[in-house]
Nanobody
């Protein structure tokens, strides 16, 4: 089992920045990929970014490319999501996810069912 705990959410003005953290505990050595998803009120959950633990290779949704950066600290078993130039449409609950199964084709990193563990989420609200 892997436990994921997100933190760092809050209220920020448009154009501002936030950094989310996702601390993993438990059988963390089994996690191959970590990702961030988000869900806005009344909308489907959507992929934000993913990172492969071993190589640091990253993948981003088009909506956040160039504004968000996903990174990891292997020594702390923590994944970060640096969010810059925030927009009101970035308002959502942000969830951390981990995949413990083997490699996944890059095109499937955005699919929620590819992940085995989920955090409880952290609210990000961007005001105009």
């Amino acid at each position: 089992q892997v436990q994921l705990v997100e933190s760092g959410g809050g209220l920020v003005q448009a154009g501002g920045s936030l950094r989310l953290s996702c601390a993993a505990s438990g059988r963390t050595f089994s996690s191959n990929y970590m990702a961030w998803f988000r869900q806005a009120p009344g909308k489907e959950r959507e992929f934000v970014a993913a990172i492969r633990w071993s190589t640091g290779a990253t993948s981003y949704a088009d909506a956040v490319k160039g504004r968000y950066t996903i990174s990891r600290d292997n020594t702390k078993n923590t994944v970060y999501l640096q969010m810059n130039s925030l927009k009101t449409e970035d308002t959502a609950v942000y969830y951390c996810a981990a995949r413990s199964r083997g490699p996944v084709p890059p095109g499937l990193l955005a699919v929620g069912t590819q992940y085995d563990y989920w955090g409880q989420g952290t609210q990000v609200t961007v005001s105009s």
